[in-house]
Structures are given as structure tokens and as C-alpha cells.
């Protein structure tokens, strides 16, 4: 049974940085795509990071891109997401995600429970 537990949000002013961390069980993260996402109140979820199973590409928007990094480590079972120079839109409940696919595009099937992070000064 596939399971993912975020962890690592915090409070943090604009400009800081935080290290979201995500543990997966029942599955292995290089073997499938594993993704980042976000959601603020009265907004749509949003794809912040992604990384490919199949040969590590990653995937950032706009919004993000320059600012966070996405990266996993096999032997933890572990994907993390490093949010620098952070902004008060970056405020959100983010949540790790997978699927049993090695590529990004499509839907993503497993998910986690999310972690609050705000910015703000």
C-alpha cells in the first residue's frame, strides 16, 4: 500500500528557506514520478515540482522556478523539496504526490496529508 508523510513546514519570514521532506512506503521513489504540489485557501492546487522516474528530469513553473529545488534519495525512500528566497504567496499546505508512472504528465495518484507552510514577516 503506497503512503506519503510530508513534513518540515514551518513558519518563515519572506526572503527564508525551508526543507520540505516526504517518506514514502510501499512503493520505491525512483521508480515512480514524484511531485510537489500546493494548495492556498480559495485557490487551485497547483504542480510546483515534479521528478521524473525515468531519467530525473525535473519540472518547476514559472512561480517557483530558480527558487526550488526538487530531489530525492533512494536508499531513504525520501523526496525533498528546498524553497528558498521564499514570498508570502508561497504560502500554502503543500503535499507530496505519486503515481505508478515513471513520467510527470498525467494525474497523480497517491497522496499525502500535506504540511503548512507560511511566510510571512
Known amino acids: 500500500q503506497v503512503h506519503l508523510v510530508e513534513s518540515g513546514g514551518d513558519l518563515v519570514r519572506p526572503g527564508g528557506s525551508l526543507r520540505l521532506s516526504c517518506v514514502g512506503s510501499?512503493?520505491?521513489?525512483?521508480?515512480?514520478?514524484m511531485g510537489w504540489f500546493r494548495q492556498a485557501p480559495g485557490k487551485e492546487r497547483e504542480e510546483v515540482s515534479c521528478?521524473?522516474?525515468?531519467?530525473?528530469?525535473?519540472y518547476y513553473p514559472s512561480s517557483v522556478k530558480g527558487r526550488f529545488t526538487i530531489d530525492r534519495d533512494a536508499a531513504k525512500n525520501m523526496v525533498y523539496l528546498q524553497m528558498n528566497s521564499l514570498k508570502p504567496e508561497d504560502t500554502a499546505v503543500y503535499h507530496c504526490?505519486?503515481?505508478?508512472?515513471?513520467?510527470?504528465?498525467?494525474?497523480?495518484?497517491?497522496w499525502g496529508q500535506g504540511t503548512q507552510v507560511t511566510v510571512s514577516s
Open positions: 504526490a505519486t503515481k505508478q508512472s515513471y513520467y510527470c504528465s498525467g494525474e497523480f495518484d497517491y
Open positions: 510501499g512503493f520505491t521513489v525512483d521508480r515512480y514520478a
Open positions: 521528478i521524473s522516474a525515468s531519467d530525473g528530469r525535473t
